[in-house]
């Protein structure tokens, strides 16, 4: 018979199981991971939205910019009815559609009002052009607004409708 003191323990055998920190290090992966895939898979469209409205920002803010310092007369074209917009020059022309279904609510211009339909054409001449420019835009319930500002050519995009 032998006894505790006596016994011999095989030391090369393992546990085969689990540490603490090894079921951390996983537990940390898995609730990594799902943070990064789950908001991409319950998208409402606010994405598009907002993207699509940094996109106008962004060739509004380079027609303005390209007019000042080329010395050239730009033509903006927002077309209501098609969901698109574009630009020309003697030089460059370029024309972008909206995606995603997303469209113009309006566009406010003060000398002409408020436009829901048709296009709207503005010059953009070496200053810019004459007055401020607010485009809403609409996806499902969701509302962006772009206000140009003709005096320095900054452009602002905000949540919701304003104006």
Do not use: C
């Amino acid at each position: 018979m032998q006894t505790s003191s006596t016994r011999k323990y095989n030391t090369r055998q393992r546990n085969a199981a689990f540490t603490l920190i090894e079921l951390v290090i996983v537990i940390f992966i898995i609730s990594l991971t799902t943070a990064l895939i789950v908001p991409k898979l319950w998208d409402n469209g606010e994405t598009a939205l907002r993207s699509e409205s940094k996109r106008i920002a962004n060739t509004l803010r380079y027609i303005y910019d390209e007019a000042a310092g080329k010395k050239l007369t730009y033509t903006l074209k927002l077309n209501i009815y098609e969901s698109s917009w574009a630009f020309e020059s003697k030089k460059e022309s370029r024309q972008f559609k909206m995606k995603d279904d997303i469209v113009f609510s309006d566009i406010m211009i003060p000398s002409l009002g408020r436009i829901t339909s048709g296009e709207a054409v503005l010059p953009f001449g070496p200053l810019g052009p004459e007055e401020p420019i607010t485009l809403h835009l609409l996806k499902n319930e969701f509302e962006y607004t772009v206000i140009f500002n003709h005096l320095n050519g900054r452009v602002k995009v905000y949540e919701g409708y304003r104006t």
